[in-house]
């Protein structure tokens, strides 16, 4: 019985820090950006990045952000080459997302080269997360 109580608290504590990290890392890397000059950000604008598409110079394939991510951030994905299955983005589904910096970058480094051909800038980085983050 003491068990079982002592779970639903870590359980509890477990999700509200979760979220806590999620508000942090989204936080410190918008200001970030904000010093890189970049800002106001925009969850519309985040939105229409996520869906548009554009060619890929290579291959003249078409890529977008749910080309891998799908058009349900609540739902699993899966890369567009290798077929593994990418767990959800949405934070709301997805405790862990957004709660490492290091990752967070790392990712947007590769999927904006490979989306856009080029590294996103700050403003657009500050809007996928302001799109992101609400999700
Ligand atoms: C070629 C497939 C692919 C495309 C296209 C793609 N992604 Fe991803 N993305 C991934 C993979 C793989 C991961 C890392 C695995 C995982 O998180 O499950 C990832 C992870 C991420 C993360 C890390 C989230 C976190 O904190 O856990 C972000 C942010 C992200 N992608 C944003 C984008 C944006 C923005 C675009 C469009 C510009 C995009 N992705 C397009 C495959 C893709």
Redesign the pocket.
């Known amino acids: 019985m003491k068990l079982r109580f002592l779970a639903v608290i870590l359980m509890g504590c477990m999700t509200t820090l979760a979220g806590l990290a999620q508000a942090s890392?989204v936080d410190t890397l918008q200001q970030e950006y904000k010093t890189a000059g970049a800002g106001p950000f925009s969850a519309a604008k985040?939105e229409k990045?996520?869906v548009e598409k554009h060619k890929d110079a290579e291959s003249g394939k078409e890529?977008?952000?749910?080309?891998?991510?799908t058009d349900d951030l609540k739902k699993s994905?899966k890369?567009?080459?290798?077929g593994?299955?990418?767990?959800p983005?949405a934070p709301s589904v997805?405790k862990?997302?957004?709660?490492?910096i290091k990752?967070?970058n790392?990712?947007?480094l590769?999927?904006?080269k490979?989306?856009?051909g080029r590294e996103?800038t700050p403003q657009?980085?500050g809007d996928?997360?302001e799109y992101?983050k609400g999700q």
Request: charged share 25%; net charge positive.
């Open positions: 890392v985040g990045m996520w890529f977008s952000c749910q080309t891998c991510h994905g890369h567009e080459k290798t593994k299955v990418i767990d983005l997805n862990e997302r957004l709660t490492d990752f967070v790392k990712w947007f590769r999927n904006c490979q989306v856009l996103c657009e980085k996928f997360l992101l």
